[in-house]
């Protein structure tokens, strides 16, 4: 909560360049991006990451 700062409570968690949410396509293109950075071989999706951090947790 302490990081939220003043934002009201609908702002979006992750906000675009353009100060808005994040569309569908840009959260893939971002993981894709960090995918490839990262040197991992498997195709990897955002749910992938969800499962992945309920699985770590």
């Not at 353009?18 to 894709?32: D, F, N, T």
């Not at 749910?47 to 309920?54: I, K, V, Y």
Request: net charge positive; proline share 5%.
């Amino acid at each position: 909560m302490a990081l939220r700062d003043d934002a009201p409570l609908d702002a979006p968690v992750f906000s675009s360049r353009k100060k808005g949410h994040l569309c569908e396509s840009a959260v893939w293109r971002v993981v894709k991006t960090a995918t490839k950075r990262a040197g991992i071989p498997k195709e990897v999706s955002c749910h992938w990451f969800r499962h992945a951090h309920a699985s770590h947790a």
